[in-house]
């Protein structure tokens, strides 16, 4: 099974720069979206194969999930079951026959930090919570940005960097508590090394230079691990300031 995720940074602005393309190309099972920023009635991009199911924010432009799949799921439900959380459609879970697939995007703490204390204090541990719920009942591949790089390794430029939104001590601890609650960061499984980034800025030149950020990623439950095949980032393909990543499960 090929999975696929990507935040788009809006849909419409992603189609326009040849999403609809790159679906048709990539031959993935499953694409997990985040930070589509519409309405499903607002766009419906052509993808043929594929079926999509929507979570789309309160507030119109912002934020929101959404999944592709060739393989009709089992069920489809939005959120994390607790309204302060749920309003902003962050949180899309598709339930297969071996496994849940979730895509996530993570509230970044902001430039000032002045979501640092809901992101560690609430929205960690129920996202958390919400995963080992899931895993009682079987597996679970979560994806997304996470809006956090774990390691040093993970962005350009860590010392600069250090005690920022998406490289606090909180955020880079929230993932750890990921990693010992059993899950697997799929990348490192195969990729040991730095210089491997999802997002850069849209400032002139950093991407060409490479001067980024990982901060989205595959994650699955730790008894996923005999059937992980592969994982990776799709840095050459353009259409948002983040780029696709892979997932392949035998």
Known sequence: MELISWNVNGLRSCIASGFESFVAECGADVICLQEVRALPEQVRPEVPGYSMFWNPALKRGYSGTAILTRTPPLAVFPGLGIADHDTE?????????????????????????????????????????????????????????????????????????????????EERAGFDRLLKAGFIDTFREFEPGGGHYTWWSNRKGVRERNIGWRIDYFLISSNLRPRLRGAGILPQVMGSDHCPITLSLE
């Open 89 to 169: 459609g962050r949180v899309l879970t598709a339930e297969f026959a071996d496994f849940f697939v979730v895509t996530v995007y993570t509230p970044n703490v902001q430039r000032e930090l002045t979501r640092l204390e809901y992101r560690d204090r609430r929205w960690d541990p129920d996202f958390l919570k919400f995963l080992k719920n899931l895993e009682k009942t079987k597996p679970v591949v979560f994806c997304g940005d996470l809006n956090v790089s774990h390691r040093e390794i993970d962005l350009a430029n860590p010392r600069a960097n250090r005690g920022n939104a998406g490289f606090t001590d």
